[in-house]
């Protein structure tokens, strides 16, 4: 079956770093997306990774490994904002978008 | 960047009726419109993916005789809830992608509908 991995929820202090991981299983592989959603909103779109490496885009990054089936999002700088849960995606054979059941990010002062 | 409405924003209902949702790609077409549900805590869950001009294809478990959805033009698509029950209350957000040509194939989310259904 498909399957994505993430930690069900992650603290962080305001100002500090944090990384958020995904691991996949999928059949295929056409990209990898990471979403912010806050409580009550619809996801909002961070980035997109097709290839191995790092993506950075202002203070979030992230990776992509296609041969171990990983990726992680890295959020520097934190803010009390960032306070949301963060979706891993990845796109299958079918170009079906197969949804991770995110990752509760909490910043404390 | 990519803008995609929904309305109405939140619902209230009783049980029994219909309610239609919309959701419009405003500055862009989109050949292919997705519908989510997303109970509280729970991650998205896929309904049926719409494509312009035709049927849309429903996913496993969902009932295609009770969520009707119309693609009718590339920057419309309508969800409509049939004979209404208190556990369709949920969190439905569409989502849009773009044309072809756009590298990342990113899909774009409204902002959802909150139904509630007394």
Known sequence: GQNIDQPTEMTATEGAIVQINCTYQTSGFNGLFWYQQHAGEAPTFLSYNVLDGLEEKGRFSSFLSRSKGYSYLLLKELQMKDSASYLCAVKDSNYQLIWGAGTKLIIKP | ?118
């Open chain 2, 1 to 118: 960047g990519a803008v995609v409405s929904q309305h109405p924003s939140w619902v209230i209902c009783k049980s029994g009726t219909s309610v239609k949702i919309e959701c419009r790609s405003l500055d862009f077409q989109a050949t292919t419109m997705f519908w989510y549900r997303q109970f509280p805590k729970q991650s998205l869950m896929l309904m049926a993916t719409s494509n312009e001009g035709s049927k849309a294809t429903y996913e496993q478990g969902v009932e295609k005789d009770k969520f009707l959805i119309n693609h009718a033009s590339l920057t419309l698509s309508t969800l409509t809830v049939t004979s209404a029950h208190p556990e369709d209350s949920s969190f439905y957000i569409c989502s849009a992608r773009e044309l072809a040509g756009s590298g990342a194939d990113t899909q774009y989310f409204g902002p959802g509908t909150r139904l509630t259904v007394l």
